[in-house]
Each structure stands twice: as C-alpha cells, then as structure tokens.
C-alpha cells in the first residue's frame, strides 16, 4: 500500500508564461520509455513479484522503497506539465458565451493535452504515444533486474538532461534539477546492490552521461540540502534494511551515504486556475465551488478547504465565500 501525502515532493514555481510545445517535451519524462511511469511500474512490478524476500530482504525493501518515491515523481512531472499549460488556451469567464478559446492551439505539438487531457498531463511520451506495459523489466533474477535498473536510471538521466536542455521553462527546469538529483540517488542505490551482490562497480560508470550533478545550477539547492545522498524510507514502519545496501561513499563527493526515515518534507502545491475553454473543471467553475461550500457546511466543516495550496488567499473559494455571505 502506498500512503499519500498531499503535498509535491519539491516546490514548483507558479505558472508564468505558458509553453505547450515545452509541455509536450516534458511529457517524455512522465510516459517515455525512460520516463517516471517506466521507473515506477518496473519497481513495483520486481518489488510484486520478489520471492524468497526475507532471505533477501534488504534488496527486496530497497526495490520497494525507491517504487513508492517514483509515484511522487509521477505527481511532479504532472503538476509541472499542468504548470506550462496554464494560460496557453484563451479561457472564457464561465458568462456562458463561447468562442474560439483553442483557436491558437490547435498547431500546438500534442494537441490531445487539450481535446482529451483538460488542458493537462497525459500518461504518453513526447510524441503523444501511449505508455506501453512493454516497458516494465521483472525478470525474477534479482542481478539481472537490478542491472536494469541501473541502466534504466541512466537512460532516465540523459532524457531529463536534454529536456533541460530543450526548454528554460522555470516549472521544467526546478523539475529536471529535482529529478536529476534523485534519479543520480537510485543509480547509487542500484550500483551499490550489485556491487554487494556480485563486486562489480558500476559506479566507476557513474554519472552517464558524464555531466556530474553539481554542474547543474538547478541541482545546486537540493545537493545543498544533501539531497544527492540521502534515500528517504517512505514508510513509518517498513522497508528498514535498506541501510544494509545503501552506505559507503558518494562516488563522486566521497560523502557518506545517509537513509532518512521518513518520505522527503515536500512543498504546497500551487492551486492552478480552472481552464474553462477546455471545461477543467468545468465551463462554470464558481458554480462547483458554490455546491462544494455548501457540501462543506452541511457537513460541519470549516468555511476554509481543510488541505493546503500556496496561493489560497483571493482565490475562487474566497469569491464564493462572499457570494454566499
């Protein structure tokens, strides 16, 4: 079971100028081949079907673990896609007129992000090609799967790098500087496995490409952190013989490998405004707000949503709040 958490595991800045076509790009990191729906579901699906797991258990809570961080990166790579979408279609003000509000996308690069996605992240690649379950590696060999895992975070890190690289969007990049980091924390966690297992180094390989992290400005803060070395646990009460697999020396700081009890302190997320000319949540978003205020007195709740965005101040359920008094 996985416990979610209703915050991002990093802070995402709020929506600026939008970029679809950067937002198509992006895409190759949530439903590519190495994207973050390929590293969440091979893990899962080794972590599944893992047996013998008491007599391996510290590689078998190691796999585990590191799936449960990558359904956080899902969420990361989605609110950021959202992010760059915000503001690209010329959304009507729920009067009930319509117009052309998608007239100046329809040229745009994956125009399915706004017929069938609601103006947001799709589970496809860069191309608009569905995730494919072809994908996911669980060969019941713990060696051979740990291997692909290995590979499988580099090929991860070369996409994030050219994503980087292909748009200077500040949502894409916070996300790839996040994602370059963490994804350089499961490569050593992969690399040191095998090493045990077999004494091959595979960190004498790392990084792949060789762009180490810290060259990366939007790495910087989070290697500031010790984010580069850290592998969080995300359970209270499980997965704790990763301590066993996960020690020894950064191989490219010489600092000393760390596990965290506990999932990462994470940050708010931005309430992204409705987008009605694509009808998310609706053509008429203050009508919702005004049933779900109502739902929220009758059932003695507080006038204030009870979970927690950045920008909740001055926002759509304030406007229905007065509208109500």
């Known amino acids: 079971m996985i416990q979610r958490i209703d915050r991002l595991q990093v802070e995402l800045p709020p929506p600026s100028d939008p970029d679809p076509d950067g937002a198509a790009a992006v895409q190759e990191l949530m439903g590519g081949r190495f994207g973050e729906m390929s590293t969440l579901l091979n893990y899962t699906f080794q972590s599944f079907n893992f047996r013998g797991r008491q007599g391996a258990r510290p590689f078998y809570d190691l796999v585990a673990n590191i799936a449960a961080e990558e359904f956080g990166h899902i969420e990361l790579v989605a609110a950021t896609i959202n992010t760059m979408l915000t503001g ?163 191989p490219e700081t010489g600092e000393e490998l760390e596990v965290a009890d506990g999932p990462p302190e994470g940050a708010l997320p931005n309430d992204l405004p409705p987008q009605t000319a694509v009808f998310a949540p609706d053509y008429a978003p203050a009508e919702i707000a005004e049933i779900a205020a109502k739902l929220r007195s009758s059932a003695g709740l507080p006038d204030q949503p009870t979970g927690r965005v950045v920008n909740e101040p001055g926002g759509l359920v304030d406007k229905v709040k007065d509208k109500l008094r």
């Not at 003000?93 to 007239?103: E, I, N, R, V």
């Not at 017929?115 to 690649?125: C, K, N, R, S």
């Not at 494919?132 to 799967?145: A, T």
């Not at 762009?211 to 990366?216: A, G, H, Q, V």
């Open 88 to 250: 690209a279609s010329d959304s009507a003000d729920g009067d009930g007129s319509l117009g052309t509000g998608l007239a100046g996308v329809k040229g745009a690069r994956n125009a399915q992000q706004f017929l069938a996605g609601g103006q947001g992240a799709l589970p496809q690649d860069s191309n608009g090609r569905p995730w494919n379950g072809d994908y996911v590696f669980s060969s019941g060999d713990l060696v051979e799967d740990l291997t692909h895992n290995f590979f499988l975070e580099t090929g991860a890190r070369n996409n994030k790098l050219k994503v980087y690289e292909m748009t200077s969007h500040p949502a894409a990049r916070a996300l790839t500087g996040y994602l370059l980091c963490r994804g350089g924390v499961h490569q050593i966690a992969y690399a040191r496995a095998i090493e045990k297992l077999t004494g091959a180094d595979l960190t004498k390989m790392f990084p792949t490409p060789r762009i180490p992290t810290e060259k990366i400005p939007e790495c910087q803060s989070h290697i500031e952190r010790g984010g580069h070395k850290r592998l969080y646990r995300f359970s209270p009460d499980d997965y704790r013989e990763v301590v066993a697999v996960f020690n020894g020396p950064h």
